[in-house]
């Protein structure tokens, strides 16, 4: 099965600034990652997708990169801002149509 | 609007007493989960199905019970059997995809 590993519990970054979160992964046979971001006290929502077909993927203000190679993927984000503060979930194909979870990283914004 | 509930918000149990968490979606969607998150942790699978009548377990069934008579409905009983039943509780669903469509969450205390 898969498993899903994100590389920093705590990332703190000052406003304005770039944010890359790490996650790794350990099915080479994985097509298909994630990323979920979640407020405090709220569940999950979709920030973006990226299929194994693709290296890049941008979005608003939000990058995702796949690095095949070494099993690692990270999402970037640009000027990051107060309401970016959340953690942030990878999440690779676990079997069937079930999703495997990383178990997140905190992002915090310092004004 | 389309989307999932997930109610109550809040929830307050005595130990040994069964609870039902309720979770509804008018995305048509086939496929819900049921999933528990503790404190600084990732998403664990508690219940999935796929299409109404049927159910899988998931990684962590022990103490849960779970039914879908409904498209639409999913409802999660977290019984007396379940050890540690304190946590926060995630509905999802899929149209079959990967993607994962979130609810808002219930969270349970056990008192």
């Known amino acids: 099965g898969e498993s899903v590993g994100l590389h920093l519990p705590t990332l703190s970054v000052q406003e304005g600034d770039n944010s890359i979160i790490n996650c790794a992964y350990s099915n080479s046979a994985s097509d298909y990652f994630i990323w979920y971001k979640q407020e405090s006290g709220k569940g999950p929502q979709f920030i973006i997708d990226i299929r194994s077909n693709m290296d890049k993927r941008q979005g608003q203000r939000v990058t995702v990169l796949l690095n095949k190679t070494v099993k690692h993927l990270s999402l970037q984000i640009a000027a990051t801002q107060p309401g970016d503060s959340a953690v942030y979930f990878c999440a690779a194909p676990g079997g069937g149509n079930k999703l495997t979870f990383g178990t997140g990283t905190q992002l915090k914004v310092e004004l | 609007d389309g989307g999932i509930t997930q109610s109550p918000k809040y929830l307050f149990r005595k130990e040994g007493q069964n609870v039902t968490l309720s979770c509804e979606q008018n995305?048509?969607?086939?496929?819900m989960y049921w999933y528990r998150q503790d404190p600084g942790q990732g998403l664990r699978l508690i219940y999935y199905?796929?299409?109404?009548?049927?159910?899988q377990k998931g990684d962590i069934a022990e103490g849960y019970s779970v039914s879908r008579e409904k498209k639409e409905s999913f409802p999660l009983t977290v019984t007396s059997a379940q050890k540690n039943p304190t946590a926060f509780y995630l509905c999802?669903?899929?149209?079959?995809?990967?993607?994962?469509?979130f609810g808002p969450g219930t969270r349970l205390t056990v008192l």
């Open positions: 199905s796929q299409i109404v009548n049927d159910f």
């Open positions: 995305l048509n969607h086939d496929a």
């Open positions: 999802a669903s899929s149209i079959g995809g990967y993607e994962q469509f």
